[in-house]
């Protein structure tokens, strides 16, 4: 039997994910959202294995699994700084009166007690979703892949190797050249409302990964945001930007649009009182239409992830009961669900007893009930990253302050709800990624759940710790650091006050029928064998991806089917290790090299 919990792989998980998750806030902050972890994590497991357990060198795959499960459980964590962001911007708000100043050791309790429910969820449906052909997790594959291929020895994995060490290279080289000094511009189309295509393997990478039918999908997604986004600018546009200005401000912003040699003061003005004004005006009008597609598109994913639980069910009865049978037998590779249910039930309390002191003042039934709330979320958060490689945590964080604005009009208390949604589906969809990754290679799927729950508070501590400091350094908004997935959990949340008016014009009759389309299109795929319909999950979240994203994952998708086509012996031996390159090299330089360099002042952002 390999052994897993060595001293090489605790030290080894320790050190890895605290570098990258001490690294990971200042992406999160700068871009909005965080590059995946689990390749890049396997790269420099290896090199540590490769350096403190040279005599097992053959056998350290699950070894690295350990590693790779530590950063990505930490990191998953550490995507969290984007609430702390969003308490930021919320206190910044002129048009509300929220003062809520999260200290550090209230944010590592908090983000430790809610991250930790989203691993015991994930641990309860791990067969659900690792036994379905269609959930891909294809970062966990290519974390697989990178792992057994450096700790190899064969010819074949020579051969494999050799591909690795090319797609790495070229993953590396365009990320550089792209980001670090600005040379590769994205090629537009339709740029206003964000359909272009960026020059990024990993996206590539990740559509060699997923099925042609979800890069269709994710490609028509971004049609549809092309086609009809005019359509949405002239019906709400106007009504999505005045509700980012507070009321105080309106006809001015207003008055400020039609100025077209604006004074320095009047820029400034547009820029820290004006919400999405300037993006309007200088036509980047992606963020804006998205307020109005994530309504429909939310609505579909979630409508269509619980008719597939339902037409299931009796597979998931099954899954309990086999949980329960094989606790009795002591022959289970899971955590047990008595120890599941218990665990869960404790640490649910925890997380109740500390949102209801001060900072948070959150009430025990309202934490609970934000739990509750929050946990079918996690089946269409993993779901969707299944078939993506897209984790939807913002959306579903979105998700969960509509349906807690049923419960309470606080503006802190429905961020703070957010926050628990949002962390608890961060970890559910890392844990996911890792288990997959964990079938491949052969680990004991118990052993990463417990490694999982070790890890959270080194995350949990990173965002404590760097995100004072990057404030400090940097500043929130305006010429600092955007933040933009905090901004938009904290105009949710204001937006919350206005309950059925938050809606844009037109948004809630479109939320109506697409909730419809994604039970009918799950039905006709799971009753009729139709198939080849579009796969919800990466239409819907294409719609609120910008087509930079959506394309060259699209175009990834269909060179792997043409490949697998023309040449499927060559395909089947190298698609993945190429794609596992791809992915992992433009993530080192992305996740780790860069943000080293710009926070030393080594290259300019």
């Known amino acids: 039997m390999k052994q897993e919990i060595t001293w090489q792989s605790v030290s080894g998980a320790f050190f890895v994910s605290a570098l990258i998750s001490l690294a990971y806030p200042y992406i999160?902050?700068?871009?909005?959202?965080?590059p995946n972890v689990s390749v890049l994590a396997a790269f420099i497991g290896a090199l540590y294995l490769y350096a403190t357990a040279r005599k097992t060198r053959g056998q350290n795959a699950v070894q690295n699994n350990i590693i790779q499960t530590a950063a990505t459980s930490a990191t998953a964590t550490a995507f969290m700084c984007v609430v702390a962001a969003a308490f930021g911007y919320l206190n910044a708000n002129e048009s509300v009166n929220v003062k809520t100043h999260i200290d550090p050791w209230n944010m590592f309790l908090w983000l430790s007690c809610s991250g930790a429910v989203g691993v015991l969820v994930a641990a309860l449906f791990r067969r659900y979703f690792i036994d379905d052909p269609e959930m891909i997790f294809a970062d966990g594959v290519a974390a697989a892949e990178t792992i057994q291929v450096l700790d190899a020895?064969?010819?074949?994995?020579?051969?494999?190797?050799?591909?690795?060490?090319?797609?790495?290279?070229?993953?590396?080289l365009l990320a550089f050249v792209r980001d670090g000094l600005g040379k590769i511009p994205i090629i537009p189309i339709a740029m206003r409302y964000g359909v272009g295509i960026e020059l990024s393997v990993l996206s590539v990478g990740t559509g060699l990964l997923i099925s042609l039918n979800v890069g269709l999908s994710m490609l028509a997604g971004s049609v549809v945001t092309w086609l009809f986004g005019p359509m949405v600018m002239e019906a709400a546009g106007m009504q999505i930007v005045h509700g980012s200005i507070a009321p105080q401000y309106v006809a001015q912003c207003d008055a400020l649009a039609s100025v077209t040699a604006r004074s320095a003061e009047q820029a400034a003005f547009l820029q820290d009182h004006c919400g999405m004004m300037g993006a309007y005006l200088g036509g980047k009008q992606f963020s804006i239409v998205m307020l109005w597609f994530m309504w429909p598109a939310t609505a579909m994913m979630i409508t269509s992830a619980m008719t597939a639980v339902a037409l299931q069910w009796r597979s998931i009865a099954s899954m309990f009961t086999t949980l329960k049978a094989e606790r009795v037998s002591g022959k289970s590779e899971d955590m047990s669900l008595r120890t599941i249910l218990i665990l869960g039930s404790v640490i649910t309390l925890a997380l109740a007893f500390v949102q209801a002191r001060e900072p948070f003042n959150l009430p025990f039934y309202q934490t609970i009930i934000s739990v509750l709330c929050g946990l079918p979320l996690i089946l269409v958060g993993v779901r969707v990253l299944g078939e993506t490689n897209q984790g939807p945590v913002s959306l579903m964080a979105n998700t969960l302050q509509a349906i807690f604005r049923l419960f309470s009009a606080d503006i802190g208390h429905n961020l703070v709800s957010a926050g628990t949604a949002g962390n608890i589906n961060s970890q559910g969809e890392g844990t996911m990624q890792v288990y997959k990754t964990g079938k491949i290679v052969g680990s004991v799927p118990r052993v990463l759940t417990w490694v999982q729950f070790a890890s959270i508070p080194i995350g949990a501590a990173a965002v404590a710790i760097m995100y004072p400091v990057l404030i400090r350094r940097y500043g929130l908004g305006g010429d600092g650091l955007a933040a933009p997935t905090g901004l938009k959990l904290a105009n949710m949340a204001v937006l919350m006050t206005k309950g059925i008016s938050a809606f844009p014009k037109g948004a809630l009759t479109w939320t109506a029928i697409a909730a419809v389309l994604g039970v009918v299109i799950e039905l006709l795929k799971q009753k009729k064998g139709l198939k080849w319909l579009p796969s919800v999950a990466g239409f819907g979240f294409a719609l609120i991806l910008p087509g930079t994203l959506n394309i060259p994952i699209a175009i990834g998708a269909i060179a792997g089917f043409i490949?697998?086509?023309?040449?499927?012996?060559?395909?089947?031996?190298?698609?993945?290790?190429?794609?596992?390159?791809?992915?992992?090299?433009?993530?080192?330089?992305?996740g780790l090299l860069l943000p080293a360099l710009f926070y030393f002042g080594l290259l300019s952002p």
């Open 563 to 590: 490949w697998h086509r023309v040449n499927p012996r060559s395909h089947g031996h190298h698609s993945v290790t190429l794609a596992s390159g791809f992915i992992g090299g433009e993530a080192l330089i992305a």
């Open 153 to 172: 020895g064969s010819d074949e994995s020579r051969h494999k190797l050799r591909a690795l060490g090319v797609g790495t290279l070229v993953g590396m």
């Open 28 to 34: 999160v902050l700068k871009l909005g959202m965080g």
